[in-house]
C-alpha cells in the first residue's frame, strides 16, 4: 500500500482485495491498516518466539481499538503533559512478561509513560488479591510522591494481564488522591467472575493441584471458595458490586474465545 508515503493518509477512501473480496476502508481506518502492516514488516525482520509473536499479534489489536476509542492519543500528538500506563503482570509472572506490551505502546503513542509493576513479583501464589492489590496502591502511591511526575501526569491507565486485572480493580478503592488522573483501563485474558465453572476439565484439574499444593489465597478467591465456612460472600461477588469500574473513561475488556481459563 506503500504507507512510508504520507500522501495515502488524504485519501478518502481505499479499496483493499483479499481472497476474492473487495472491501472499502473509510479514512479513520487507513492508519489501523498501515499501523498493521508495520507490525508485519517488524515480524519479518525479527526473529521472534511463538509467544512474541502472538503479542505483537495483540498489541496490533490493542493499537486498533485504543485509536479508534481515542484511550490514547496518537504518535503524533505531543504535550507536555504525560498519560502514565500502568502494566500489572498476574499469577506467577513478572514485568519481564509483559514488555513487549510496554514496547509497543511506546512506540505507538509517543504520549505516554510506560510503567511495569513490580510490586507483585514472587508474591502472586502467597497473597490474596485485596493483598496484591494494597501492594500495588503503595508502588503507585510512592511514585507519585515525586512532585515532578504528579505534576506532568494527567491521566493513569492501567493494563492489567490476567490476574493483573483484579489486582488494579482492587488497588482503585486505595487510590484516593489520583482518583482525578484515572483514565482508562484494559484487560486482557481477565477472569473477572472467577474460574469456577471453566468448560475445561484439564483447567479445572490444574486449578485444584495448584490450590492443593500452592495453598493460594488467591486462586481460592477465583475459584470462588474463599470464605467458606463464613457467612461473607466471596470476594469477586464483592467486588463486582463495587463501582470502581465508574472511575474510567474507558474500559476495554480482551480476552479469547479459546480461553479455557478466563
Known amino acids: 500500500l506503500g504507507y512510508k508515503n504520507t500522501e495515502i493518509l488524504k485519501t478518502k477512501k481505499i479499496k483493499f482485495v483479499s481472497n476474492s473480496k473487495i472491501r472499502v476502508f473509510e479514512n ?10 508495520r507490525v508485519i514488516d517488524y ?9 512474541e509473536l502472538e503479542s505483537i499479534t495483540l498489541m496490533s489489536t490493542i493499537n486498533s481499538i485504543t485509536t ?41 503513542f ?22 496484591l492489590g494494597a501492594n500495588l496502591t503503595s508502588e503507585i502511591n510512592t511514585l507519585f510522591e515525586d512532585q515532578n511526575i504528579y505534576s506532568v501526569v494527567d491521566k493513569i491507565s492501567f493494563v492489567g494481564h490476567s490476574l493483573g486485572g483484579l489486582i488494579v480493580r482492587s488497588a482503585l478503592s486505595s487510590l484516593d488522591k489520583l482518583k482525578s488522573k484515572i483514565h ?6 481477565c477472569p473477572h467472575v472467577g474460574c469456577h465453572k471453566s468448560d475445561s476439565f484439564l ?33 469477586l461477588s464483592e467486588m463486582s ?13 480482551i480476552s479469547s474465545k479459546g480461553d479455557g481459563f478466563a
Open 184 to 189: 482508562s483501563f484494559i484487560s486482557i485474558g
Open 28 to 37: 479513520n481506518d487507513i492508519e489501523n491498516i498501515i499501523s498493521r502492516i
Open 68 to 108: 479508534k476509542n481515542n484511550i490514547f492519543r496518537s504518535s503524533d500528538y505531543v504535550s507536555k503533559k504525560k498519560h502514565l500506563v500502568i502494566l500489572v503482570h498476574g499469577y506467577k509472572a513478572n514485568g519481564n512478561d509483559l514488555r513487549l506490551y510496554k514496547h509497543m505502546i511506546s512506540k505507538y
Open 43 to 51: 515480524i519479518n525482520s525479527s526473529k521472534l518466539s511463538q509467544n
Open 110 to 131: 509517543k504520549n505516554t509513560i510506560t510503567f511495569v509493576s513490580k510490586a507483585n513479583i514472587n508474591h502472586t501464589d502467597q497473597y490474596s488479591i485485596v493483598e
Open 203 to 235: 483447567v479445572n484439574i490444574g486449578i485444584k493441584f495448584l490450590k492443593t499444593f500452592s495453598n493460594s489465597k488467591a486462586l481460592k478467591e477465583l475459584d470462588l471458595s474463599d470464605n467458606v465456612g463464613n457467612k461473607k460472600s466471596p470476594l
Open 241 to 253: 458490586i463495587n463501582n470502581n469500574f465508574s472511575l474510567f473513561k474507558n474500559v476495554t475488556l
